[in-house]
């Protein structure tokens, strides 16, 4: 497939139906590790369509619940439901080294024809010439497109990204980005991002959450149309305003 230059990518709206379906419902989450509270008591729809980003500082609980919405954790409180089917992208591709590309695709994969998915799926990221590659021979790039095109064979109503550009170069970021907003555009799963980049949620996102002490501190609507650029006045005044909610002034302090 070929790259786009970034911002070239325009999703389109979504219909009225398709944000009426739920990808997320929780009310009332609580987790607890041993005494202390990581989640209080958490309200969150996320619809069908919708892009969410989910920002927060270290240790505020945006990884325990998108954890708990994957349905890794267990060990929470209140109504969390989620309806549909769900996969996760870490910030970690997590490919099984002892297996090729391909093969880290279906496994575990329950279709008819797991192989043609999956080869479908690598072409949709751009990675067809790697389907028998080993997954140590991948660039950080080529494995994060592994790893997402993992989550999507699995045809998700909610697909969860756990910070998963944090570790890729600042070029690498922008073209995965792109792929990204294209993917979603084509199979408009709902998506919650987890990240700690105010400008990553600010181009990717419908809708940006700042996650504090467990609850969630502000909701942020991202009207702005795409392609979105940085240098928009009305970018730089949510980014300001994100920022503030962080705790982070212009001069970079807290």
């Given amino acids: 497939m070929a790259t786009r230059l970034p911002g070239t990518v325009t999703p389109p709206a979504a219909t009225a139906p398709e944000t009426a379906l739920p990808a997320a419902r929780v009310r009332g989450l609580v987790k607890d590790f041993g005494e202390r509270r990581v989640l209080h008591g958490i309200d969150l729809d996320i619809r069908r369509g919708e892009f969410v ?40 591709p997590r490919l099984v080294p ?9 496994l575990g994969l329950r279709q008819a024809n797991p192989k043609e998915a999956a080869r479908a799926a690598l072409a949709e990221v ?69 990240t700690h980049d105010v400008d990553e949620a600010l181009l990717l996102a419908d809708r940006a959450l700042v996650l504090a002490d467990g609850r969630i501190a502000r909701e942020l609507r991202i009207e702005l149309p795409r392609p979105r650029r940085r240098e928009h006045p009305e970018f730089l005044a949510l980014r300001a305003s994100l920022l503030a909610e962080l705790g982070v002034t212009p001069e970079g302090t807290t």
Avoid at 54 to 62: A, E, F, Q
Avoid at 98 to 106: I, P, S
């Fill in 53 to 92: 980003a989910l920002l927060g500082r270290s240790g505020s609980g945006k990884s325990t619940l998108l954890r708990a919405l994957a349905g890794l954790d267990g060990e929470t409180a209140g109504e969390l439901t989620v309806p549909g089917a769900v996969a996760v992208a870490f910030q970690e």
């Fill in 98 to 106: 002892w297996k090729r590309v391909l093969a880290n695709l279906t």
């Fill in 126 to 194: 751009g990675l067809s010439d790697r389907a028998d590659a080993w997954p140590l021979t991948l660039s950080g790039g080529e494995a994060q497109r592994a790893s997402l095109a993992r989550a999507l064979v699995r045809e998700p109503d909610l697909l969860l990204l756990d910070e998963p550009f944090s570790a890729l170069d600042a070029l690498t970021r922008i073209t995965i980005h792109n792929l990204v907003l294209e993917l979603w555009a084509r199979h408009r799963p709902g998506v919650l991002l987890v």
